[in-house]
C-alpha cells in the first residue's frame, strides 16, 4: 500500500493542483483517480497558461472559437470549461460516495477582480451557472473585498474555494465568511448544505524567510503556520456557533493545504505532504509532489489538534527578525499581484495563439 492510499485511509484527500486536455484525454488523471486515491482537482492560470501554451490539443478549439468571435476572458473560459467540466464528470462517483464532501474541481474568477466585491459575485454567479456542474468550486480570494463575495456566494447556493489565505487569522475571517453564508441562508429558510474548502498557502512562507532566517529554522514556518491553522479549524468546529449550524443540516468548511510542493532542493520533496496529514482536511498538490510522495513518502500518522510547537517556532522567527503578520499580510499582496502577472501572461499566450492558428500561412508573401 503506498503512500497515497494510507493517507486517505487516514482521512486526509489528495487532490491534484493540475489540469491539461493532455492529462484528461491519456487517463492520467483517471490512473491517479483509481491508483493514487487522487479525489478532487484544482486550477489556476499558471496552470492553464503553461497547459494551453504547451499543447497543440487546444488548437482546433481555439481555431473555431476565434471563427466566432471570442477573445481573451471569453476565449479562455470556454477553454477551461470544456476540460474542468471533463474533470467534474470524472470525480462524480467520489462526489456521490462521499455525499458531496469530496470530490470537487475548481475553477477561479479572474484575479482582476481580487479587490472587487460586486464584480466578483456577479462573476462567481456567471461562471457557477454556465459551469452547471454540482461538484464545482468557483475560487474567490480571501482578501478583505472578497470575504463580502465569499459570503454571498454561499449565500445563494454557490460552493466556494477560498484561495489566497497564508495566515491562521486569514483562514479564520474566510471562515467567518462562510458561516455568515450559512446563516444567511437559515433565515431565508433555505438549506445551509453548502460546501467550501478555505486554502492555506504553506511553501511561499518558507521561500520568504529562506536568506533571513538561520539554518536550523529553514522550512519550519511554512509547517507552524499549517499546523496552526488546523489547530484554529478544530477550534472554530468546536464553538457554539457551528455547533448550531450543524443543527440545521451545515457541513463543514474544510482547511485545505494548498502550495505545498517543496521549493528548497535541498530539502525532501514530499516534506509538507508528510508533515501536514490531518483528518477532515485536503491537501492539492502538482503531479511531481504526488508522484513522488506515491513512490518515497512516509505516512507517520495525522496532525495534533494543538498545533504542536507551532506557536515556539513563530516565537524563534520572531526573535530571528521575522514580522510574521506583516508578512502574512505581504504574502496575500503578493499572491494576488502574482495571480493578476499570470492572468495577463495567459490571455497574452491565448492572443498569441488565436493570432498564429488564424492567420493564413501566404499571408505577408
Known amino acids: 500500500m503506498n503512500a497515497t492510499v494510507k493517507l486517505h485511509q487516514a482521512g486526509q484527500s ?6 491539461t486536455r493532455e492529462l484528461l484525454d491519456s487517463g492520467t488523471l483517471q490512473r491517479y483517480i483509481e491508483q493514487l486515491s487522487v479525489t478532487g482537482l484544482t486550477s489556476n492560470p499558471s496552470i492553464f497558461d503553461h497547459a494551453i501554451t504547451h499543447s497543440d490539443k487546444y488548437d482546433d478549439e481555439i481555431r473555431r472559437l476565434t471563427a466566432r468571435g471570442y477573445s481573451d476572458e471569453a476565449l479562455f473560459f470556454e477553454l477551461a470549461l470544456e476540460d474542468i467540466g471533463r474533470a467534474a464528470d470524472m470525480f462524480l462517483p467520489v462526489h456521490n460516495a ?42 474567490i480570494p480571501g482578501t478583505a473585498e472578497g470575504r463580502p463575495a465569499i459570503e454571498a456566494a454561499i449565500a445563494a447556493g454557490i460552493p466556494v474555494n477560498v484561495t489566497l489565505l497564508f495566515s491562521p487569522d486569514q483562514y479564520e475571517a474566510a471562515a467567518e465568511a462562510y458561516m455568515r453564508g450559512l446563516e444567511r441562508r437559515i433565515e431565508a429558510g433555505l438549506p445551509p448544505n453548502i460546501r467550501s474548502v478555505a486554502s492555506v498557502f504553506i511553501s511561499r512562507w518558507d521561500r520568504a524567510v529562506a536568506d533571513k532566517v538561520p ?45 505545498t510542493s517543496m521549493k528548497d532542493p535541498k530539502a525532501p520533496d514530499a516534506f509538507y505532504v508528510n508533515a501536514l496529514a490531518a483528518p477532515n482536511t485536503v491537501n492539492t498538490m502538482p503531479a511531481p509532489t504526488l508522484q513522488a510522495f506515491a513512490d518515497h513518502g512516509t505516512f507517520g500518522g495525522t496532525l495534533g489538534r494543538d498545533g504542536s510547537d507551532a506557536a515556539g517556532t513563530i516565537d524563534r522567527h520572531v526573535k530571528a527578525g521575522i514580522d510574521v503578520k506583516a508578512l502574512a499580510t505581504k504574502l496575500q499582496v503578493d499572491g494576488a499581484e502574482a495571480f493578476v502577472e499570470s492572468w495577463k501572461d495567459l490571455l497574452k499566450a491565448i492572443d498569441v495563439k488565436s493570432r498564429k492558428l488564424t492567420t493564413p500561412a501566404d499571408a505577408g508573401r
Do not use: C, H, M
Open 14 to 19: 489528495l487532490w491534484l493542483d493540475d489540469i
Open 98 to 139: 462521499t455525499a458531496g464532501a469530496d470530490g470537487w474541481v475548481s475553477l477561479e474568477v479572474s484575479p482582476l477582480l481580487a479587490y472587487q466585491t460586486a464584480e466578483t459575485i456577479a462573476e462567481a454567479r456567471r461562471l457557477s451557472q454556465r459551469a452547471n456542474k454540482r461538484n464545482l468550486f468557483i475560487k
Open 215 to 259: 539554518e536550523p529554522l529553514r522550512n519550519t514556518l511554512g509547517v507552524a503556520i499549517g499546523q496552526l491553522a488546523y489547530k484554529r479549524y478544530r477550534d472554530l468546529l468546536d464553538s457554539d456557533r457551528w455547533q448550531r449550524l450543524t443543527n440545521y443540516g451545515a457541513a463543514p468548511q474544510r482547511l485545505l493545504f494548498a502550495s
